[in-house]
């Protein structure tokens, strides 16, 4: 069941009364919330909430609250995504993919081999926003990822620890995943890169190498750029828990 974002101050012995009009038309006009159903609830404080459904109307609904806890549903360090902006459809995707897997920050990057062109980019970090969100409401995250304006790589990388900086490569590997984790420092903001369609050009890599980053592989199957995403922050998500 997804879970709704409330405020709150919009709770008050243990009864949520929900009056945001784009909440309340979702609700009522699209899931056809009915009195005595059960919802569940999240605040800013990250506390979960679950319900049953009270009254509704088109301007109010009441839920009372059954049982309430600190949601476990999010990373315990930060874990940033940077990735090479893809086609629509993919990109959607990809930024779906990202958002389930529980990083906290995705910077979508221009590379040599991007299939897109950086104009106009800036207009669809809104729509990358609300594929990130509703992805937060049907996993159940406790916490939204920050979608960050379209950038070049290098001034990306430059803002993390280089001992923090994960880059999936399909060739050019010169460390294994275990022991490229070693050296991380989880109290810091950890980057995993993943590439466009592709890959990375010969140039970039060079670039790579020069400034010592770390080069994992994803093994010997080749994924396309949504799926690689999983595949590589599954592969670290089990390994710094």
Not at 15 to 39: M, P, Q
Request: glycine share 4%.
């Amino acid at each position: 069941m997804p879970h709704f974002f409330v405020k709150s101050n919009n709770i008050e012995n243990d009864i949520i009364r929900i009056d945001d009009k784009e909440l309340l038309k979702h609700l009522v006009l699209s899931l056809r919330l009915r009195c005595g159903e059960k919802a569940k609830f999240i605040d800013e404080n990250e506390i979960s909430y679950e319900c049953t459904v009270q009254s509704v109307s088109k301007t109010l609904v009441e839920a009372k609250i059954e049982n309430s806890y600190k949601s476990k549903r999010k990373l315990g360090y930060n874990l940033c995504l940077v990735q090479s902006v893809l086609k629509p459809e993919a990109q959607g995707l990809l930024i779906s993919n990202a958002t389930q897997c529980g990083v906290c920050r995705i910077y979508p990057v221009i590379s040599d081999n991007c299939a897109v062109s950086s104009k106009n980019l800036k207009d669809k970090i809104q729509k990358w926003e609300k594929i990130s969100n509703e992805a937060v409401k049907q996993c159940e995250r406790a916490n939204f990822a920050n979608i960050e304006n379209v950038s070049d790589i290098k001034n990306v990388l430059g803002a993390f620890k280089k001992e923090n900086i994960l880059i999936y490569a399909e060739k050019y590997e010169n460390i294994e995943l275990e022991c490229a984790l070693k050296d991380v420092d989880i109290n810091s903001d950890i980057a995993v890169v993943i590439g466009p369609e592709g890959g990375f050009s010969e140039e970039e890599f060079k670039y790579f190498v020069q400034n010592d980053f770390k080069l994992i592989s994803l093994g010997n199957l080749i994924f396309k750029a949504p799926n690689a995403v999983v595949a590589g922050i599954s592969n670290i998500v089990t390994r710094l828990k």
